[in-house]
């Protein structure tokens, strides 16, 4: 599938954002909104299929994965329904909201992982780049 310029150039926005936002809770809005950019466009998430060797060598589908628990837990805050979300979503729930209270301790995975996370990003954005989109 063809990437058009337009979702490249959003893309490349929110990769930017996610590089430039320090280390606080909207350096995870950030990586959300890099992860909804894609979600929301069939041919970038074509682009990271597994059945690509090169996405399998670099291990992306886990990579991304990583990201996407960011994503649906700031999806997760904003649901306001009594659902049960199961333990990894409620986790993931839990250390967004403590982030978000600034509570920023190396005891919360998700703060203590940030620059992991940052560096993944670089990684899925690599994959998805203009030079690797068919």
Known sequence: MKVSSKVKNGLDKKFQAVIKTPASFDFFVAIHDFIEHIEANAALIDCLSPRFKPNRQQNISNKYGY??????????????????????????????????????????????????????????????SPDYVA
């Open 67 to 128: 990201l996407k628990q960011i994503y649906q837990g700031l999806e997760d805050a904003q649901n306001k329904l009594n659902v049960d979300f199961g333990h990894a979503r409620c986790m993931a729930l839990v250390e967004l909201n403590k982030i978000k209270g600034k509570d920023v301790s190396d005891s919360n995975s998700f703060w203590k992982k940030r620059e992991l996370f940052r560096k993944l990003t670089g990684e899925v954005y690599e994959r998805l």
